[in-house]
């Protein structure tokens, strides 16, 4: 089944509900960057994260990044959302294979680290992008995304992410939800979803008996209250260029262009994102540095 994402909406439009199927997504991107199952549930967690907080954006251009910088071994988690059901991200240190949890569970608060922060950059076509950091909560990501919409955009939310591994490491399933109460939303519901969240396995035991996320959301918020908005197909895709590649070279100065074209050498570059190596042969470098000199 191919992902997508569902918003929907319930209790009178007063609670405003994300859900996500990121199974292929997060697939993708453990294959891209060879991810171990800690990794995987790691980045995948936050690709599934990043794809719904896209999905709440309203602009067309608008573009997401969650950074989050923990003191454990994975170093840094990148996640990015330029454009709405499109993500790409990637990890520090993609080999971090850490045993399973007391619980039975894959350890990413201990591969992320308990100390560190959380920041969501968000590009809307102002000047300035909004940039919120919070400090981690736990490491496991969806509990610190929870805090950063309580503390940095003062939405009380609740925040699921899972990723089932198999064996082999294949992504068995990925998926997750965000909840959130609007203003003027009565205490009576507020206590109702506190009792039903409190009560739900986690999200990866619900992706187990192959939950969708339109069930998921249901099962949450009950099943008459749902009411799905609009459903978005999610896939993981780089949207890196050469060109791209190029205008960041420009960008580096006549200076360093000369430097570059001394050591007499193509320039390569690898992408983060998905891998892709860009190459610039010496003698674009010359054509560059004309276009830097203008
Ligand atoms: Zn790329």
Redesign the pocket.
């Known amino acids: 089944m191919k992902d997508y994402i569902v918003k929907a909406t319930a209790y009178e439009g007063k609670v405003l509900a994300m859900g996500v199927l990121s199974t292929q997504t997060v697939q993708k991107a453990k294959e891209i960057h060879n991810l171990t199952p800690t990794t995987c549930a790691a980045l995948g967690r936050s690709l599934t994260a990043v794809a719904m907080m896209r999905s709440m954006m309203k602009g067309g251009k608008d573009k997401v990044t969650l950074v989050i910088k923990g003191d454990g071994p994975i170093g840094n988690i990148i996640a990015v959302s330029n454009y709405l059901g499109i993500v790409k991200g990637y990890v520090g240190n993609h080999t971090v294979d850490l045993p399973l949890s007391r619980k039975g569970k894959l350890d990413v608060g201990r591969a992320v680290g308990k100390k560190g922060y959380l920041t969501v950059i968000k590009d809307i076509g102002l000047k300035e992008p909004y940039i919120g950091t919070v400090e981690l909560q736990t490491g496991e990501i969806g509990e610190d995304i929870a805090y950063y919409f309580y503390a940095s955009e003062q939405v009380p939310s609740a925040v699921g992410l899972g990723v089932l591994v198999g064996k082999e490491g294949n992504v068995l399933a990925s998926g997750g939800f965000i909840i959130q109460l609007l203003p003027n939303i009565e205490e009576e519901v507020v206590s109702k979803l506190e009792e039903s969240l409190k009560n739900i396995s986690s999200v990866t035991e619900l992706l187990k008996q192959e939950y969708l996320p339109e069930d998921i959301l249901k099962h949450i918020l009950g099943e008459k209250e749902v009411n799905i908005l609009e459903k978005l197909d999610l896939k993981y895709e780089?949207d890196?260029s050469q060109e791209r590649f190029e205008t960041a070279i420009i960008a580096l100065g006549k200076k360093e262009i000369e430097k570059l074209i001394a050591e007499g050498q193509p320039v390569e570059a690898v992408?983060h994102?998905?891998g892709?190596k860009h190459l610039i042969s010496e003698e674009r470098l010359k054509e560059l540095l004309r276009i830097a000199e203008k």
């Open positions: 780089c890196c992408c994102f998905c892709k």
